[in-house]
């Protein structure tokens, strides 16, 4: 058959067909992706809400000495609450300056642990050391530990929590 | 490029032969009424896609059953319009599939050599009745509760057997946790498997003896 310069009927049908589909398909994809995402979206729009927790009196803290304050935060999640449980390490380096540590390891997430004795916050999953100031002292660790902005108010000690 | 890869896999596959068997197949002239079983066949895919992606949110307990349907409607993007044409499809399915079924009895296409093309369609239109039976009562609502209740006790009015049956589909006998579970899993595993065994020997026996015509005067 003879190249002509035009589109043949075969081709057009070709062409047609291969957009119609690609358009079909992009309608069917669009949704079906969108309601396997959503949460995921939900959940990066809704992050970033901070809110000033009180963890007690200063004076309840020791100098020099990181004392653990647990507490729960309750979410919902889907069609679900969820409460989740936190620890904090609060260590007041002196009378003026108070430092809070989030006990989440920086390397993945287990729950660190200060030992008086070699004063080290140790994880029990992968042997990861920081030092009472926070600074990794040996192991995996990629970074110091996280730490809660704080404030005293009235004696109150505060520590900002931001949503995860 | 493309039609590289394609006979690559020709040389491998024999795809070629697969799509003259199951649709170069000769077929007689026929009306719209021979469309009911792939629009049945069709809904089927339908209701197997959208049952898969609501089986991302929903929760098969008492306590979520419920919560989670009102989740995947107003808190997840698109779910109301999956879950609807989940809802939608299920009736249009059944209505599909009777009327395959009266179209085959009217035009005697269930006769020689099709009888087990017949019987595999009844077991496909009672298995389709049993996902609209199963899949009714998982929203867990007043509606699902009570028309379940209903159905289970219909179930009982068989003579001698008949409270065997009810315990048997309640898992005990009230309807509870247990009824709901067992109604998913035969919901989306026991009649699912049915079926799809039951489509295929279907459609293989389409293609080996061919459509049945509409029976003129001679017939």
Redesign the interface.
């Known amino acids: 058959m003879a190249k002509s310069p035009h589109l043949s009927r075969n081709e057009f049908v070709k062409i047609v067909v291969g957009a119609v589909g690609t358009l079909i398909g992009s309608v069917i994809a669009f949704?079906?992706v969108?309601?396997?995402v959503?949460?995921a979206?939900?959940a990066l729009r809704g992050g970033g809400k901070d809110t000033w927790i009180p963890v007690g009196p200063l004076e309840n803290y020791p100098l020099g000495v990181p004392t653990l304050f647990s507490f729960t935060r309750t979410k919902i999640n889907?069609?679900?609450k969820t409460t989740n449980s936190y620890g904090v390490y609060i260590y007041r380096k002196n009378e003026t300056e108070t430092v809070a540590f989030s006990n989440i390891c920086t390397h993945l997430s287990c729950r660190v642990n200060w030992n008086e004795e070699r004063q080290q916050y140790l994880c029990p999953c992968h042997n990861a050391q920081f030092t009472v100031d926070g600074l990794v002292a040996g192991g995996p660790p990629p970074r110091p530990m996280d730490q809660y902005l704080t404030k005293v108010e009235d004696g109150t000690l505060f520590i900002n929590f931001v949503e995860g | 490029m493309a039609s590289k890869v394609y006979d690559w896999l020709e040389e491998r596959l024999g795809l070629s032969a697969i799509y003259s068997v199951t649709l170069d197949r000769k077929v007689p002239k026929v009306n719209w009424w021979f469309t009911l079983g792939s629009a049945s066949l069709f809904l089927f895919i339908i209701q197997g896609v959208t049952g898969v992606?609501l089986a991302?949110?929903y929760?098969p307990s008492p306590d979520?059953a419920y919560?989670?349907i009102?989740?995947i409607m107003n808190?997840?993007?698109?779910?109301w319009?999956?879950r609807g044409i989940h809802h939608w499809g299920a009736s249009l399915m059944v209505i599909f599939v009777f009327a395959h079924m009266l179209r085959t009895f009217f035009f005697g296409a269930y006769k020689f050599p099709r009888e087990l093309t017949w019987i595999t369609g009844v077991v496909l239109l009672l298995a389709t009745l049993g996902m609209g039976f199963t899949g009714y009562l998982l929203p867990w609502n007043q509606r699902a509760y009570w028309a379940t209740t209903v159905g289970t006790e219909i179930a009982g009015t068989v003579p001698l057997i008949g409270p065997f049956i009810t315990a048997a589909l309640r898992g005990g006998t009230d309807l509870s946790g247990v009824t709901l579970a067992r109604f998913f899993a035969v919901h989306i595993w026991f009649l699912p498997a049915v079926i799809l065994g039951m489509i295929g020997a279907h459609i293989y026996m389409i293609i080996r003896l061919g459509i049945a015509g509409i029976p003129d005067k001679d017939d």
Do not use: M, R, T
């Open positions: 949704p079906a969108g309601y396997i959503s949460p979206l939900a889907g069609w679900e | 992606f991302v949110y929760v979520h919560d989670s009102q989740y808190g997840v993007a698109f779910g319009l999956i």
